[in-house]
């Protein structure tokens, strides 16, 4: 069972409100709900927005929610939360649509200490809002954060940034990366999208100068959060230890391996004439170059490698992903 808590405020009764968080909990919803081949992913999340005054976010009911939520032992449980963010000397504090100062939100320790007591195998809480890198800290000693085992953070900014909205409203900077990346941008080769990957596509979205993501985690194998399509083939990436039987292998190519011919290379040119076989291996190892697995030696191109009777040859990704294989763990 995976559950999430999907937060979103755009009004508050004493605050200044804002425009976008509601949005962005839908899409961060929206993106969760199902895998990219349509199969469930996270159980009905939960959805709480607040969009008015007729339909409000209460203090009292997001930590219930979020009590809710780490209560039993799901197999991941994900909070996520759009709104403003409030800090002060005694720590930080998600505003509810009553929040009337700022403290008197939903206190990240609390929150904090919810889930550290969670039987959850995996808890992953996700918050864009200002101040919120201070998520995890230890209230005594600022610098250094506590997590409890299978805990991961991830924020849009440090403690002292504010977190920022896509030029001309309507969704925050962190988020559509944070979609974005679910959505398929933060996949490996087996289409797995886990925490780590999603913080690495953020934190290189984003300049040197802009908010600076923050990432904390205490785990022993991140789990996927989300399973996009595939960039390549299973079949056609667990047969790479097939065409290269072993890591550095320079496997040699020659025009047998290209079916594309011009008119005077055809019969009766000299050039070896394209055979099925080795064909329909080209177009695995041309599905390889193009995830950064396989390059040709010698050659600007494959095509160039198969005319020239040159050799291709992995990558360090295609090694890495070599070894997997050969490991059986693909």
Not at 26 to 34: A, F, G, K, Q
Not at 73 to 93: K, P, R, V
Not at 250 to 271: H, K, T
Request: net charge negative.
């Amino acid at each position: 069972m995976r559950k999430a808590l999907i937060v979103g405020i755009d009004h508050y009764e004493h605050l200044s409100c804002l425009s976008g968080c509601v949005n962005d909990a839908h899409s961060v919803r929206s993106v969760l709900e199902r895998h990219a081949d349509g199969t469930l992913n996270f159980a009905g999340p939960q959805l709480l927005t607040g969009t008015s005054g007729a339909q409000q976010v209460l203090k009292r009911d997001m930590k219930e929610a979020a009590r809710e939520l780490f209560a039993d032992d799901s197999e991941i449980a994900l909070f996520y939360f759009a709104g403003h963010g409030y800090l002060e000397d005694t720590g930080g504090f998600l505003c509810a649509s009553d929040s009337e100062a700022g403290d008197d939100g939903l206190s990240l320790q609390e929150l904090m200490t919810l889930a550290h007591g969670s039987k959850a195998q995996n808890k992953m809480i996700v918050l864009d809002s200002c101040h919120s890198g201070v998520a995890g800290n230890d209230p005594i000693a600022p610098g250094l954060a506590e997590l409890s085992d299978g805990l991961t953070v991830l924020t849009a900014s440090s403690p002292h940034q504010y977190a920022l909205e896509v030029p001309g409203g309507g969704a925050g900077v962190f988020t559509s990366l944070f979609v974005d990346a679910l959505s398929g941008a933060a996949a490996n080769l087996v289409g797995d999208i886990t925490p780590g990957s999603v913080y690495a596509h953020i934190d290189q979205s984003l300049g040197p100068w802009a908010q600076r993501p923050v990432f904390k985690t205490n785990v022993r194998t991140f789990v996927s959060l989300r399973e996009a399509e595939s960039p390549i083939a299973l079949n056609d990436l667990q047969a790479i230890t097939t065409h290269f039987p072993t890591a550095d292998f320079q496997l040699p190519l020659d025009p047998s391996y290209e079916p594309e011919r011009s008119a005077d290379q055809g019969e009766g040119s000299g050039i070896p004439l394209p055979d099925p076989e080795h064909t329909d291996t080209f177009r695995v190892l041309q599905s390889y170059a193009k995830v950064n697995l396989v390059r040709p030696v010698d050659a600007p191109h494959m095509w160039h490698a198969a005319m020239g009777s040159k050799s291709c040859e992995l990558t360090v990704l295609g090694q890495h992903y070599w070894n997997l294989v050969n490991q059986g763990l693909i």
